[in-house]
C-alpha cells in the first residue's frame, strides 16, 4: 500500500487480447469495513526462502481479512501471474483480493479492485478502467486528502505511516492524533499503516479506524498464520468487530 506521494514506475504492456474478467460485486461496503480489520500487504523481501503463496495461504488461515499484492518492481505481466497463485486462496478465504498501484494487473488478472497512492493512478481512472463493482482504495496522510478520495468515490483510504517503517523509509508520518482527525472526517472505512504490528497497533485504539494494514508484522513471522491469529484477535478488541 502506498504511504506516501512517491510516483510509482509506470506500468509494463501486457498482451491484454484475452483479458481475464474482473470479478466484481462480491463484497459490500460492510465487507469492505470488515475487511480492514488484518490487512495484509505482500512483501517477498521478508519471505526468506518460503514462497509468497505458501506465506499468503498461512496468514489467511490465520485470519487475515483482506491481501494486497504490493510488487513494485515487477512489471504488470508479472504481477498478472503473481496475482493467478494469490486469487483462488482469497477466494477460498472469502477475503478481497487487492493490487497496489497497477490498475491494469488489477484488470487482467481479475483482481477484486486496487489500492492507488496519491500520485498513482488517479481514483477517476481506476475507476474508469475496473468499473463501478471494484474495490478501490486510496492512500491519504490528510484531512483534504481524505475527504477529496471519498467524494471522489474511493471505498476506503489507508491512512498512515502511523510509525516509521523499514518497508518505506521514505514514508510521510501520520501519527495516531491526525489519523483520528482523518477518520472523523470521512464515511468510509480507514486502515491504518505504517510500522503496526502486535505491539505497536495499541497506538490506534480510539482513533476510528476499521483495523491495520501490516507487511512485516505478517510476512515477516516465523510462522504467519500464528502471528495473523494473534493480530487478529487482539485488532477485535483495539476496533470492537466480533
Same mark, same amino acid.
Given at each position: 500500500?502506498?504511504?506516501?506521494?512517491?510516483?510509482?514506475?509506470?506500468?509494463?504492456?501486457?498482451?491484454?487480447?484475452?483479458?481475464?474478467?474482473?470479478?466484481?460485486?462480491?463484497?459490500?461496503?460492510?465487507?469492505?469495513?470488515r475487511a480492514m480489520l488484518v490487512y495484509g500487504v505482500t512483501d517477498r523481501a521478508w519471505l526468506d526462502g518460503r514462497s509468497l503463496r505458501d506465506v499468503v495461504a498461512a496468514a489467511l488461515e490465520g485470519g487475515a481479512t483482506c491481501i494486497q %499484492?504490493? *510488487?513494485?518492481?515487477? =512489471?504488470?505481466?508479472?504481477? &498478472?501471474?503473481?496475482?493467478?497463485? /494469490?486469487?483462488?486462496l482469497c477466494r477460498a478465504a472469502g477475503v478481497p483480493f487487492l493490487i497496489d498501484d497497477d490498475v491494469e494487473a488489477a484488470r487482467l488478472s481479475g483482481a477484486d479492485g486496487v489500492h492507488v497512492g496519491q500520485s498513482d493512478a488517479a481514483l477517476a481512472d481506476a475507476r474508469a478502467a475496473l468499473g463501478p463493482e471494484a474495490v478501490?482504495?486510496?492512500?491519504?496522510?490528510?484531512?483534504?486528502?481524505?475527504?477529496?478520495?471519498?467524494?471522489g468515490g474511493a471505498d476506503y483510504l489507508g491512512v498512515g505511516a502511523v510509525f516509521a517503517t523499514a518497508t518505506?523509509?521514505?514514508?510521510?508520518?501520520?501519527?495516531?492524533?491526525? %489519523?483520528? *482527525?482523518?477518520?472523523? =472526517?470521512?464515511?468510509?472505512? &480507514?486502515?491504518?499503516?505504517?510500522? /503496526?504490528?502486535?505491539?505497536?497497533?495499541?497506538?490506534i485504539r480510539g482513533c476510528g479506524t476499521s483495523g491495520a494494514a501490516v507487511v512485516s508484522a505478517i510476512f515477516a513471522a516465523p510462522d504467519p498464520r500464528a502471528a495473523a491469529q494473534a493480530l487478529r484477535t487482539k485488532m477485535e478488541g483495539i476496533v470492537g468487530q466480533p
Open positions: 500500500m502506498a504511504e506516501n506521494n512517491a510516483v510509482a514506475p509506470a506500468s509494463k504492456p501486457v498482451d491484454s487480447a484475452r483479458p481475464v474478467p474482473c470479478r466484481r460485486g462480491s463484497f459490500s461496503p460492510a465487507d469492505i469495513r %499484492l504490493r *510488487e513494485k518492481h515487477l =512489471s504488470t505481466a508479472e504481477i &498478472v501471474a503473481e496475482a493467478a497463485k /494469490l486469487i483462488p478501490i482504495g486510496v492512500s491519504a496522510q490528510t484531512v483534504e486528502q481524505a475527504r477529496a478520495a471519498e467524494a518505506k523509509t521514505d514514508a510521510v508520518l501520520t501519527p495516531p492524533e491526525a %489519523l483520528a *482527525e482523518i477518520c472523523a =472526517s470521512v464515511s468510509i472505512p &480507514v486502515t491504518a499503516i505504517g510500522g /503496526l504490528n502486535f505491539d505497536t497497533v495499541d497506538a
